[in-house]
């Protein structure tokens, strides 16, 4: 491993434009870095490293050609659980709203607050780019939004967990005499069902990638100037 190069680091000048992220000036992997690249590139500091270990504690989320689509997907994949998750909390909130502490309100979970606070932040420096936006250049390696964005949803996805079990310690009674337990074939089924959609995913998304043409400038490496002449050609 030490006899090995690493891969060459490149200025965002020299990446096509679609790969550019907004005040992030240097630290860009070469768009068509082989494997083994890919895998040494996450031990040395780019502009992606800190996303790409932050990535193994959440989850990982895919990538497409088309930047806006994959931006507007990658929010999907924040808001859609986060909304999920809270519907029960949210329709509880709103049983409880004016009835006092009767209604079980003094139950709730402070990491419930915690974890609204870490969403919404995280939202907001996806969508943000700060601070990079305010000083390009000085975040390329250490401190912009999306490595910020990473760990508040980490954070956030702690306190969810915490909220849960604080719920479940506090309800398990009541939620006992109200619905019955959902037993081994209705886990299984669940299980199921999560395990489908993940592979329907996998497999949308493969096989985009066999269907991409082979002339295609930005799996080639070439720059964007070039895909705008080949097109004019």
């Given amino acids: 491993m030490l006899s090995l190069k690493l891969p060459q680091l490149l200025r965002v000048h020299q990446v096509p434009r679609v790969f550019w992220e907004d005040g992030i000036m240097s630290g860009y992997r070469r768009p068509t870095s082989s494997a083994l690249d890919c895998v040494l590139s996450s031990f040395q500091m780019t502009n992606e490293t800190v996303n790409i270990w932050t990535h193994f504690l959440p989850t990982w989320f895919p990538e497409l050609e ?15 659980p986060f909304l999920f998750d809270n519907l029960p909390l949210f329709y509880r909130l709103g049983l409880c709203w004016g009835r006092g502490h009767s209604c ?6 402070t990491s419930h607050g915690y974890h609204l606070f870490c969403a919404l932040l995280t939202g907001f420096l996806f969508a943000s780019h700060l601070p990079e936006r305010l000083a390009p250049g000085r975040f390329d390696y250490i401190g912009h939004s999306h490595q910020l964005f990473h760990i ?3 954070l956030g996805t702690h306190f969810q967990l915490e909220a849960v079990l604080t719920d479940m310690g506090s309800r398990r009674a009541w939620l006992a005499t109200q619905e019955p337990p959902l037993g081994l074939a209705g886990t299984v089924a669940t299980l199921g069902l999560a395990v489908a959609g993940n592979l329907l995913i996998i497999a949308a998304f493969t096989a985009s990638l066999f269907r991409a043409p082979s002339t295609c400038p930005l799996l080639q490496g070439c720059s964007l100037e070039w895909g705008t002449k080949a097109k004019l050609q």
């Fill in 104 to 109: 079980g309100q003094e139950a709730l979970s």
């Fill in 66 to 80: 088309s930047p806006g689509l994959s931006k507007i997907l990658r929010s999907a994949a924040f808001v859609y």
């Fill in 152 to 154: 508040c949803a980490v």
